[in-house]
Nanobody, 120 residues
Framework: QVRLVESGGGSVQTGGSLRLSCVAS????????MGWFRRAPGKEREFVAA?????????NYADSVKGRFTISRDNTKPTVTLQMNSLKPEDTAVYYC????????????WGQGTQVTVSS
């Protein structure tokens, strides 16, 4: 089991910044990738960003956040951070941290979510 706890959500004006953090506990030695997803009201969950624990920590971003969001990792905790700059109202959503493990290629474990609200 891997347990994930997100923090750092809040309410900001357009153009503001937030930093989300996700701390993993449990069988963290099995983590192969950690990522962020979000779900806006009335919409499906969508991918935001991910970082690999292997292969030099390669990253991947959704087109909608490229150049504005940065994902980083700390393998010692382990913790994944999402620095969110130049926020837009369309970034408003509940943001979820998730992880892949050595026994699955899909995101098996999810955090409880943290609310991000961006107002004009």
């Amino acid at each position: 089991q891997v347990r994930l706890v997100e923090s750092g959500g809040g309410s900001v004006q357009t153009g503001g910044s937030l930093r989300l953090s996700c701390v993993a506990s449990g069988r963290t030695v099995s983590i192969t990738s950690m990522g962020w997803f979000r779900r806006a009201p009335g919409k499906e969950r969508e991918f935001v960003a991910a970082i690999n624990w292997r292969s030099g920590g390669s990253t991947n971003y959704a087109d909608s956040v490229k150049g504005r969001f940065t994902i980083s990792r700390d393998n010692t905790k382990p913790t994944v951070t999402l620095q969110m700059n130049s926020l837009k109202p369309e970034d408003t959503a509940v943001y979820y941290c998730a992880t892949k493990t050595t026994w699955t290629a899909t995101y098996d474990y999810w955090g409880q979510g943290t609310q991000v609200t961006v107002s004009s």
